[in-house]
């Protein structure tokens, strides 16, 4: 009885290390397409869909700048992303190899056959706790990816791709949070009207949206640095 146990827990260690050798390799495939993209400057349409928030649509001009340098400028008004835009901009998520790849199976996103991967960071100070990536593992295209972080919740964003998806660049984004775990940036006030603190509560537990359309991308033409500061 004990030799068989042995070798089912053999056979079982064999086929984790495998599902996660083999997860890893996908990982690092979307990485080396996300590599192509030393720096970008795109334009787009932002539309922000939070109860408690009142924003019109409005122009955006994005900055991303490898390793992790990411600026969304808007045209007036106020913007609700989070700091850094590390769930819009999901290349973040694995610009470094300090996680650890876990295989959670499979999932169809807009009709599209998706792997469900884990990552788990290694480090125990990062302020990701937990990225679940949903690949196209035919196009090497992340098509949805959910992030868990310490300070601001659970974010949620969902990617189409269209003429720029050779650099692994969506034509859309749609971002989505818990309002109620979002800690809003310095500067926004929160517009009630009238309403009452209970309604306002219940305001905050409803979920946020922020939408952006891109029209296009200037790719690898170099960033200044001074765009970040």
Excluded: C, W
Excluded at 39 to 66: E, R, W
Excluded at 135 to 158: H, K, M, P, Q, S
């Amino acid at each position: 009885m004990k030799k068989v146990f042995i070798f089912l827990f053999t056979v079982y260690y064999s086929l984790v290390t495998a599902y996660s050798q083999d997860v890893t390799e996908l990982i690092n495939k979307v990485k080396a397409r996300l590599d192509k993209v030393n720096d970008y400057t795109a334009t787009g349409i932002l539309k922000t869909d939070v109860a408690f928030i009142k924003a019109p649509v409005s122009k955006v001009v994005v900055y991303f700048k490898k390793p992790d340098h990411f600026r969304l400028v808007k045209n007036g008004g106020i913007s609700v992303l989070p700091k850094g835009g590390i769930s819009v901009n999901v290349g973040t998520i694995i610009s470094t190899n300090n996680f650890t790849a876990l295989d959670a199976g499979e999932a169809t996103i807009n009709n599209i056959k998706t792997r469900i991967v884990k990552l788990l960071p290694n480090d125990e100070n990062s302020d990701v706790v937990l990225s679940t990536l949903y690949i196209d593992e035919t196009n090497l295209l992340i098509r949805r990816a959910i992030t868990t972080t310490r300070e601001n919740g659970t974010y949620e964003v969902t990617m189409s791709y269209g003429k720029y998806a050779d650099y692994a660049l969506p034509d859309k984004v749609i971002f989505s949070f818990n309002a109620k775990d979002y800690k809003l940036p310095k500067g926004i006030t929160l517009d009630f009207d009238e309403e009452k603190p209970s309604d306002i509560e219940r305001l905050k537990n409803k979920k946020g949206k922020v939408e952006i359309d891109y029209s296009s991308y200037n790719i690898n033409k170099g960033v200044d640095d001074g765009v970040f500061k």
